[in-house]
C-alpha cells in the first residue's frame, strides 16, 4: 500500500514543478522551465517595490510637496522639513555623492571634505544649492599667475605657504617665499595674508585643510609644491599638462532624479554635514 504522506508529497511537488519555474533546461543555454503560473522572483519584487513606493508618495506626499516649492533657504528655517530632507539624502548622497566626497561627506584623497567648515565656493545652503546645479571646475595657473615664477621662487613660495597654515607667514624667514608670492600674484585668488576675500573657489591658505593630498601619508610639501608648480586644470592644446590637478565637479541638474527636488534635498544634507555658514 503506497503511503498516504508520500503520495501528498509526490503530487504537491508534481504540482509545484509544473507551475513555478523550476526545471533547468538541457540545452546549454542556462534557461529553465518558466511554469504555468508566469511567476517570477524579479516581478514579485518590483510588485512590492511599487506598493511600498506608492505608500511612501502617499505618506509624505506633503512633505515632498513642501520641499518642492520651497526654496532651500525656507526649509533651512523648517525644522521638521530640514530633518526630513537630510533624512531621505543618506541614500542619494551614498549613490551619487560618496565616490568622490566618501561617507559621511569625509572626503576621498584629493577631493573636498564636506564634514569640516572650510568652503571653497562658499558654504550657506543657497551656494551649495548653486555648486550642485551648475558644476565646479577649479582654476590654478601653473607658476603663479602669469608663470612667471622661476624654481626657486617656487620653493620658496611653498615654504610660505606651508608658514602660512602654522600662523607664521610674517617671521623673517619667509620673506624671499612671500615675496615671490606677491609676484606670482597669487594673493589675487588666496587674499594678500593667504585667506580669500571672497569664496571663488581658491583655497584658504591659513588652515590646515588641504585641498590636494595625494594618498595618506604624503609629504604635505611636497603636495603643496606640485600644486604651484603645475596649477589646476592647466591645459595646453587642449590636453591637461603633466603634474596638474584636476578638479571637477560635474553638474547634477541632468544627472539626479528629480533633480529639482534632490538638488534641494541633498543640499540641506551637505549644509547639515559641514556645519554651513
Request: net charge negative.
Amino acid at each position: 500500500m503506497v503511503d498516504a504522506v508520500f503520495l501528498l508529497r509526490f503530487y504537491n511537488d508534481y504540482f509545484y514543478t509544473l507551475y513555478y519555474p523550476t526545471i533547468p533546461l538541457t540545452d546549454g543555454t542556462g534557461e529553465f522551465t518558466k511554469g504555468m503560473a508566469g511567476w517570477t522572483q524579479v516581478e514579485e519584487y518590483q510588485d512590492d517595490f511599487t506598493v511600498l513606493k506608492n505608500w511612501r508618495v502617499s505618506k509624505f506626499a506633503d512633505k515632498e510637496e513642501k520641499l518642492a516649492a520651497m526654496s532651500v533657504e525656507d526649509i533651512l528655517k523648517d525644522e521638521e522639513l530640514k530633518s526630513y530632507a537630510v533624512a531621505t539624502s543618506k541614500v542619494l548622497f551614498g549613490d551619487y555623492c560618496a565616490g568622490c566626497h566618501a561617507a559621511g561627506g569625509a572626503g576621498n584623497p584629493n577631493f573636498p571634505i564636506l564634514a569640516d567648515d572650510d568652503w571653497l565656493w562658499g558654504g550657506s545652503v543657497k551656494q551649495i544649492e548653486t555648486a550642485m546645479v551648475n558644476g565646479r571646475i577649479g582654476n590654478m595657473p601653473a607658476k603663479g599667475m602669469m608663470g612667471n615664477l622661476s624654481e626657486q621662487e617656487m620653493q620658496d613660495v611653498t615654504d610660505y605657504v606651508m608658514a602660512l597654515s602654522e600662523g607664521k607667514g610674517e617671521d623673517v624667514a619667509f620673506t624671499a617665499g612671500k615675496a615671490a608670492y606677491t609676484k606670482g600674484m597669487c594673493l589675487a585668488c588666496h587674499g594678500p595674508a593667504g585667506k580669500p576675500l571672497a569664496p571663488t573657489g581658491s583655497a584658504n591658505l591659513t588652515d590646515q585643510v588641504w585641498r590636494f593630498t595625494g594618498l595618506p601619508g604624503a609629504d604635505l610639501r611636497t603636495e603643496a609644491y606640485n600644486t604651484i608648480a603645475y596649477g589646476v586644470n592647466v591645459k595646453k592644446d587642449g590636453q591637461y599638462i603633466a603634474g596638474t590637478r584636476q578638479a571637477y565637479m560635474p553638474s547634477f541638474k541632468e544627472r539626479l532624479p528629480d533633480a529639482d527636488v534632490n538638488i534641494k534635498r541633498l543640499a540641506i544634507y551637505v549644509h547639515a554635514l559641514g556645519g554651513g555658514q
